[in-house]
């Protein structure tokens, strides 16, 4: 007896009902049909692959460029009880050959591959050997060359529809213009396609742009208001810690993420935060995949986004429970500036791109004509310092190369850790008796690694410290004590990523076939901070309106949420009389010295007539301004 749709939802996800258009796009892929999901973020666009993959017989197929994504989706799917596997681009040969083998014959269900994999004959010829019943095409908008993220490894995608023709095909993505839609479309080979588009409009989200010099007290404000769960953005690793800090100073208790934490931290600062010890995470763009997290009132950005696209699936991680929900950009005079130089006066020339990638393969000591999937940890700082190369310049080029499948750049703080005893046996065991507390460490290291005593001897820190019941860093300090007092000999370095060559090196030619897909890309980036900037300086149109019409969906309906809904409604209002401000100024003042900014905040006036009142009153000398630029009342 088939199972029905519903059922797998209720047994696996413990949900009752689907959402939107999720059944219906189901049913389309289990009729076979070509299926097109666009989705914002938290539609649960999933589901609807990996519900009809449990019912039909046979393998499904995801792709995906994100590998963070990928492993997240493996274990969510594990945990069920569900068999998936992903293959990442640092495994090695025999992984994937097992992996590979254990799809063909292992009865597994989902196969998370990334497109770069997918041109691997291996891989191609394994893959005519399974039982593909779907193939899902998770980022699709990666496949149009007008896409916010293009790829060119998508667009070899239709040779996995050839390798197994009768699969279902259904493409997702969260975020894609008119003209991306017709480009996946088309590139997929799709005919007479299901269309799924769920609209981008969030009823119960209100989308907000707020001027504020002082961004800080500003934020501090908010989350004092709405003491439910936030996510700060904001643009740098360091920025994370330095808020999260003011934050926890301010009695607003806050965590950070970025893709430098080790994973120990990572985990531990997300379970903070996910299970609300912590009302904030403050977190630059790594943060978000695969987090669903309902209850989020708030979603800040401290700094302005780099594209639409991004904004609307960052921004889309608040309110998912369906309640009254914010996403709101701070921003001033000088984000215009701070922008353009973050993302556009930094973009990569072809000339810049070739000269990185020379120097990297000459850093790996990458044979010409060698390298394919070779995989290295990668120091970057010390590349940098070592070739002269100016840190962001080099850091954009690497994710040029990245998107365009020359190599995967994955950012991953790892800990290179290897030790040899310098004593005997003997010696190590009078040791430990002498020094209990780091007694655990030193027998687990010792029965792991056998030839500790013989070489130098690699060693996992983060599978020590877990039998070892520690945390990472408490191993490595234990570690670091162990070499001061002469028991091992340590050697410890530090990488922030791991670099994966997809292609063969030649050098200028490596180089030169991505030429022009450079100049497109660096043209749409300065249309993309474009289209934030007048996002952010329109103050005339409703937000939503504005999004909306981004995305080619085309509404004259105002949310009434916004931060120009609300501006125009209160300006409908007549204002307040002076003489009534002025009386509510006195009383205020009678409780104590107060701030002009304490004063609007408390009173709900405009800044423009509180100036004016306040001048009035210092004039007929009611009030006076203290050392502290507060005001006071003058017989005080």
């Known amino acids: 007896m088939s199972l029905h749709p519903i059922n797998i939802l209720e047994r696996y996800w413990k949900f ?81 050959d097992t992996i590979l083998d254990n799809c063909i014959y292992g009865n597994y269900k989902f196969l998370y591959v990334s497109p770069e994999r997918l041109q691997q004959e291996l ?77 981008f409009k969030r009823d119960n989200l209100g989308y907000m742009v707020l001027h504020e010099e002082d961004k800080y007290y500003r934020l501090e404000t908010i989350l004092k208001k709405y003491k439910q769960p936030s996510v700060v953005y904001v643009r740098n690793r360091r920025s994370t810690t330095q808020v999260a800090a003011l934050l926890n100073s301010k009695g607003i208790g806050a965590t950070f993420y970025h893709g430098g934490l080790n994973t120990t931290d990572k985990k531990a600062n997300m379970a903070a935060w996910m299970q609300n010890k912590k009302q904030v995470i403050v977190a630059t763009n790594a943060f978000g995949m695969g987090i669903d997290k309902p209850d989020v009132k708030t979603v800040i950005h401290l700094n302005l986004p780099e594209s639409i696209e991004s904004y609307f699936q960052e921004a889309g991680r608040a309110g998912r429970n369906g309640e009254k929900a914010f996403a709101i950009i701070l921003k001033n005079k000088n984000d215009e500036v701070l922008v353009k130089n973050q993302f556009l006066n930094v973009l990569p020339s072809t000339k810049l791109v070739k000269h990185v990638f020379r120097k990297l393969c000459s850093y790996f000591q990458i044979p010409y004509g060698e390298g394919t999937f070779t995989t290295h940890d990668f120091d970057f700082n010390h590349f940098c310092k070592t070739y002269k190369l100016n840190s962001i310049l080099c850091y954009n080029a690497l994710l040029v190369l990245d998107r365009n499948s020359i190599l995967t750049l994955s950012k991953q703080f790892k800990n290179k850790v290897s030790l040899q005893c310098i004593v005997s046996n003997k010696t190590i065991f009078g040791y430990i008796a002498q020094h209990p507390e780091n007694a655990l460490i030193l027998k687990t290291i010792l029965r792991s690694y056998g030839g500790i005593f013989d070489n130098d001897t690699p060693i996992n820190t983060l599978k020590i410290a877990d039998k070892a019941a520690v945390t990472e860093q408490q191993l490595l300090e234990a570690l670091k004590r162990f070499d001061k007092d002469e028991i091992v000999t340590l050697n410890s370095t530090k990488t922030d990523a791991q670099i994966t060559f997809v292609t063969p090196r030649e050098d200028d030619k490596t180089i030169n076939r991505i030429a022009p897909i450079i100049q497109q890309q660096n043209t749409i980036k300065t249309a993309q901070v474009n289209a934030v900037l007048n996002y952010v300086n329109n103050d005339a149109t409703c937000k939503t309106i504005q999004l909306l019409d981004y995305f080619g969906e085309k509404t004259t309906v105002a949310c009434g949420n916004c931060s120009v809904c609300i501006s125009q409604h209160r300006k409908k209002k007549p204002p307040v009389p002076i003489e009534n401000l002025k009386s509510k100024i006195i009383t205020l003042l009678e409780s104590g010295a107060k701030s002009s900014r304490t004063i609007a905040d408390t009173l709900h006036c405009e800044n423009t007539q509180l100036h004016t009142v306040l001048k009035h009153l210092l004039e007929q000398k009611i009030i006076t301004i203290t050392q502290t630029n507060t005001y006071k009342l003058s017989h005080l």
């Open 16 to 96: 009752t009902a689907f959402r939107g258009q999720q059944e219906a796009a189901i049913e389309a892929v289990l009729s076979g049909e070509d299926t097109f999901v666009l989705m914002p973020t938290g539609g649960g666009k999933s589901i609807c692959y990996q519900v009809p993959a449990l019912i039909k017989k046979g393998i499904c197929i995801v792709v995906s460029p994100l590998i963070a994504l990928m492993q997240d989706q493996v274990e969510q799917l594990n945990a069920k009880g569900i068999k998936a596997l992903a293959i990442t681009s640092g495994i090695s040969a025999h992984r994937l």
């Open 123 to 199: 891989v191609q010829n394994r893959i005519q050997q399974m039982d593909v019943s779907i193939i899902a095409v998770d980022e699709a908008h990666c496949i149009s060359q007008w896409g916010n993220d293009f790829r060119p490894a998508y667009a070899t995608l239709s040779k996995l529809r050839e390798l197994r023709p009768t699969a279902s095909v259904i493409a997702l993505t969260a975020t894609a213009k008119p003209k991306v839609v017709e480009d996946i479309i088309e590139n997929l080979d799709f005919i007479n396609p299901k269309v799924f588009k769920q609209s």
